[in-house]
């Protein structure tokens, strides 16, 4: 069994000595400071925020309020901090702690169970495995929900994404129900082409709506929500008590304002691309998942020993001095390994039938 340090270690080293990339983004600190300084004056951003009032802050909330149709959006520093407080303001609202969401969503998995021991929320789960929640799996629970929340996509089931019309069925069981409906979109912005409908028309559907700016927006940091301006109000003052009204935020709002401009138009051209890779790689002995990726994100799956493969990628990392994709893992099938793959601007400056290739060296060796 390899040691992970060491070979975190040495991926790491291998990682920063490549000259190309694919899945990743490839810069240094000195490239995105020169990036925000450049973007700061192309938006005309000659003012600090303080506090989170005035400046790129106010103009990033603007922008996200408009483009989700919402009357109000807020920043936070992070989803984490955001959406906790946010669903604990539904909570307080109805007066129930019981929270309906996939019971492989962000927030049960990834948040050291702060929700709990922070704001006392208990999750009913909607659904269990890999598959996305409907209309019938909230009309399954009983008695009173302070709020119910979906993810789009639902990343820990290999970023799946529920139909159109399933999502709306969702939004109008809960509407009837009086449950408020609480949208994770961290990745929101990725999967808008694959509804290919405005992000105001799939926002409607939500009483409140997280997106992310770090992820395929390439920001530093940040989030906002988005939501009727009372809500907005109360998320403000649960800001300052999480200790989230930093001082200056400007870098991350500029970060997100450029996103905005640079990376969303560009999220129907990754999706294609990625969808492209993903139907090259059968043919190699990979498997896909989704089999048609809805986002520009998915799993890859194949026969083979996590360690034998992850020399193999360190030695392809090497020799070619280029950044392929992270380290596979070993799955409960001790014959199978899976990585996670992303494309962004970077995917789409090579052929998907050549990375699809290099994957296939990697793999099978």
Known sequence: MTDENTFADRFRAAFRSCERTVFWRMTTPADDLARLAKGCEELGVDDWDRYGSRGAVTMLETQVADLLGKPAA????????????????????????????????HLVHHEEDGPRRLHGLEWEFLTTGRRTPVAADLEALPGVLGAALTELPLRDAGCLL???????????????????????????WESQPFYDRP???????????YVSFYKGLGAQAGACVAADE??????????????????????????????????LPRMGEYA???????????????????????????????????????ERLLAFMEAERLQLCGPFRQTDDPGT?????????????????????????VVHG
Do not use: K
């Open 162 to 188: 529920p139909s159109w019309e399933d999502l709306v069925g969702l939004s109008t069981t809960a509407r009837e129900g009086g449950v408020p409906l609480h949208l994770d979109g961290a990745r929101l």
């Open 74 to 105: 807020l920043f936070v520093p992070s989803g984490t901090m955001a959406q906790q407080a946010v669903l604990r303001i539904w909570c307080d609202r109805t007066g129930s702690r019981r929270v309906a969401l996939p019971e492989l969503s």
């Open 199 to 209: 992000h105001a028309e799939i926002a409607a559907l939500f009483d409140s709506v």
């Open 337 to 361: 390994v899976v990585t996670e793959l992303t494309a962004y601007a970077a995917a789409t400056e090579h052929d998907p039938e050549v990375v699809a290739g290099w994957l296939a060296c």
């Open 230 to 263: 009372d809500v907005v109000d109360e998320l403000r003052t649960w800001r300052a008590r999480m200790g989230g009204t930093l001082f200056g935020m400007t870098s991350y709002a500029v970060g997100g304002l450029l996103g905005l401009r640079d990376e």
């Open 272 to 310: 294609a691309w990625a969808r492209s890779l993903a139907a090259a790689l059968p043919a190699h002995g990979i498997r896909v998942h989704p089999a048609e990726p809805g986002t520009c994100t998915f799993e890859v799956y194949a026969d083979g020993d996590a360690d034998a493969v992850n």
